[in-house]
């Protein structure tokens, strides 16, 4: 398993923490996320074989959040 930290902006509230949550849940081979929507970092477990960066940091701009 890798470990990867997201940096994301635009989260406001729990309903928009939820939504990183969910997207990011919904991507094959995540395992966990834990969503800080104080400092806006986001990390997330996920089986390399499965995803990458990429595809993660897409999950979440489709929610229309953006990553640094």
């Known amino acids: 398993m890798e470990k990867t930290i997201l940096n ?5 509230c729990g309903h928009c923490e939820k939504a ?14 834990t969503v800080n929507l104080k400092d806006g970092k986001t990390e997330v477990e996920y089986d390399a074989e499965k995803a990458n960066v990429s595809q993660l940091k897409e999950a979440v701009e489709d929610q ?5």
């Open 20 to 33: 990183v949550k969910n997207a990011l849940m919904g991507v094959d081979g995540v395992a966990s996320v």
């Open 8 to 12: 994301v902006s635009g989260m406001t």
């Open 64 to 68: 229309g959040y953006d990553v640094a």
